[in-house]
């Protein structure tokens, strides 16, 4: 607790004595990966100089994904060779072709097996095209398979949010071995975006069982980002439950926990370290602004007292009486007022700054005493309204020049029968105002209603189909952005070369990214930019278009470009959550008709209104999660004895992001 960055609670083991997996946290999921890779990579080494076979248990989904990417450059660089590695995979849905672009089959020899030395024969998957009376044959042939060549030497393990393994669901027996299981909604509703809809979706799956992960030599398990954090918490922390299944490697005596810090937030070194015995006894525990904050919030709602009203043996109580003392010299009423303070100061109707000076009637719509060009990037092309569309319009009735700048085209998040109707729209607009005329664009129209009415499911959109999507992405995001004030000249689509792949699969960042970004700031020349800081999404696009951004500031530092001089860069959070309380810079209150004004700005995306292509685990509509998530953070606020407001949008600094070091 003696960091704010945690540091010093992640090395020392008398923090991790409610833990029951050991785990390793590093900064980035990229760090916890290339470890992961070294291991397997000794591993091979290992038996190769014994003459044996080394034999992995192989995981799929975006959690091992830079694992085998760092084993291809192995590979191809260091000459790492896979001759004597035999693999069993861990699952496939069921039924599914193998050249399905979502079949586990097609991800393994596309992520990884086609471009390794790998025998062919030395690969096992399970088959998702067997006939349904054949499958329990295949899952016993497959048991037998595994132990006929001694078993799996290493298991690398990915983490569903139900607490799956594998394909083990909640309920799965301890005694489980290889079998065809039906799949939770939860984790069909993740796998829906991969398939472009739920009702795509397999409904079964054929899975190794528990104890068939359970006698590996040694397991490998990783889970990235805040949305897995509340079940790596119960994995490593809770009771051993079938109804966790992750749970039951708390038992296995070769077990290990990789994760990233957003992944670690929920164990209880992060949240409450105080409550672990011994820790208030030891003298290196000192209660920083950070943790004194933390601590006092979390006092705050434990006991359901506002912070001015917290009172000594409310300390006492909940061990915090080190708190008390360092912070308060033992009197309650110092610490809370620290605090409070502290909260106090990050409510502001100004989130620019340039207050001015005069007391008037229209609290929130003054102008501000200085104008400043402001950027506004928005990954997607509704982010913007969403998470932070109140600000937007309070920013520009101040006067402050506003532009938004929309990263991608969000194109694949379109319907078909959106795109269908805005075809249908173009052509029926061209024969009445021109009839007979622009043959060659009606001959078009009706060609793309061709490829949507003969695309089968799995198959990608054409090119033609993803432009009348864009189009109607970039059109929603003008029309929201205007109704928040945004001069129609303020506003640009980048549509990012990364994201224009034309599937889910994105590519990495890269220069082109990085240079549209770079040159959109210097024309501008914005003295206060707003970005996603979000690193939840479920894709991570949100986390590539904040790196994209990091690159080109970068690079303008390192050209001392005076734009550097002045510019601050705060960030919001994405659709899924808000920002913990203890580390908001700033806190934008709105009112109840600016609460409304967000709500129509976010109506205009229409093509995301009722039901979004990907709604991800959260059933509300995007304008549902937004106010409920809004009123949430300005009902916290007041719990903890603070102004009442009718909504808060929060954010915090690109520096203190930096400082906790989750980019």
């Known amino acids: 607790m003696s960091k704010n960055n945690y540091s010093y609670i992640d090395t020392d083991p008398l923090f991790r004595s409610k833990e029951k997996i050991p785990s390793v946290i590093t900064v980035a999921p990229i760090q916890s990966s290339l470890m992961v890779a070294r291991e397997i990579r000794d591993l091979i080494l290992k038996t190769q100089k014994e003459g044996i076979n080394c034999v992995l248990g192989l995981a799929t989904g975006s959690t091992p994904v830079a694992v085998y990417k760092e084993l291809i450059r192995m590979h191809k660089e260091e000459g790492l060779s896979f001759k004597n590695v035999i693999t069993f995979n861990l699952d496939e849905y069921y039924p599914i072709p193998k050249e399905h672009n979502q079949s586990y089959n097609f991800f393994m020899r596309d992520r990884l097996f086609n471009h390794i030395d790998i025998p062919a024969e030395n690969i096992n998957i399970p088959d998702g095209t067997i006939p349904k009376e054949s499958v329990l044959k295949f899952c016993e042939d497959y048991e037998a398979k595994i132990e006929s060549v001694g078993g799996i030497d290493f298991q690398l393990l990915g983490i569903g949010r139900t607490g799956h393994i594998g394909f083990n669901e909640p309920g799965s027996s301890l005694l489980s071995k290889t079998r065809i299981i039906n799949l939770d909604k939860k984790t069909r509703m993740d796998a829906a975006s991969d398939f472009m809809g739920l009702q795509h979706v397999p409904k079964y799956a054929i899975t190794m069982g528990v104890s068939s992960v359970m006698k590996a030599k040694k397991i490998a398990i990783m889970g990235f980002s805040e949305t897995k954090a509340p079940i790596i918490a119960s994995t490593i922390e809770g009771p051993v439950t079938s109804e966790c299944p992750a749970t039951f490697l708390q038992t296995h005596p070769n077990c290990t926990f990789y994760m990233d810090l957003a992944a670690a937030e929920k164990l209880t070194r992060h949240v409450a370290p105080w409550t672990i015995k011994g820790v208030n006894s030891d003298p290196d525990m000192i209660y920083d602004d950070y943790w004194a904050k933390k601590a006092v919030i979390w006092l705050s709602q434990k006991v359901n007292k506002p912070i001015l009203s917290l009172i000594e043996s409310d300390y006492e109580d909940n061990d915090l009486l080190e708190l008390l003392n360092q912070v308060g010299n033992g009197h309650a009423g110092k610490v809370n007022l620290q605090v409070f303070r502290q909260l106090q100061s990050t409510i502001t109707g100004w989130p620019a700054g340039g207050r001015p000076d005069e007391s008037t009637n229209d609290y929130f719509n003054q102008k501000a005493k200085v104008s400043k060009k402001i950027l506004v990037f928005s990954p997607h092309p509704d982010d913007d309204v969403i998470c932070m569309g109140g600000t937007m319009e309070k920013l520009v009735n ?99 070369p990364f994201y224009e792949t034309g599937t889910i699969k994105k590519d990495p960042m890269g ?33 590539v278009c904040l790196q994209i951004i990091l690159a080109a500031l970068d690079e303008l530092n390192a050209e001392n470009h005076p734009i550097m001089e002045k510019l601050q860069v705060l960030l919001y959070r994405g659709a899924w959550q808000e920002w913990e309380i203890e580390n908001i810079h700033i806190s934008c209150p709105l ?44 009902n916290l606020y007041r719990s903890l004895g603070l102004t009442y407001f009718e909504g808060l949008e929060c954010f915090v600094s690109l520096e203190w992001l930096k400082t906790q070091m989750k980019i």
Do not use: C
């Open 511 to 543: 220069p082109k990214d990085v240079k549209i970004v770079k040159e959109l700031i210097t024309r501008v020349q914005p003295e206060l930019i707003y970005a996603a800081g979000d690193l939840t999404d479920p894709h991570g696009t949100h986390r």
């Open 398 to 496: 101040q006067g402050h020049d506003v532009h938004v700048a929309y990263q991608t085209s969000g194109n694949i998040a379109v319907f078909d029968h959106d795109a269908s109707r805005f075809n249908d729209f173009f052509r029926e607009f061209l024969l009445s105002f021109a009839p007979g005329k622009y043959q060659e664009l009606i001959d078009l129209t009706n060609s793309i209603d061709d490829q949507i009415d003969n695309r089968k499911i799995g198959e990608y959109d054409t090119l033609d189909n993803l432009k009348v999507k864009g189009l109607i992405r970039r059109v929603e995001a003008r029309s929201a952005a205007i109704s928040t004030g945004v001069k129609k000249q303020n506003i640009y689509s980048l549509d990012l």
């Open 591 to 634: 009112s109840p008709e600016e609460m409304e004004r967000k709500k129509f700005a976010i109506f205009r995306h229409q093509s995301q209104k009722d039901s979004a292509m990907f709604p991800g685990a959260d059933k509300r509509e995007f304008w549902q999660r937004a106010q409920d998530r809004n009123i949430k953070t300005a």
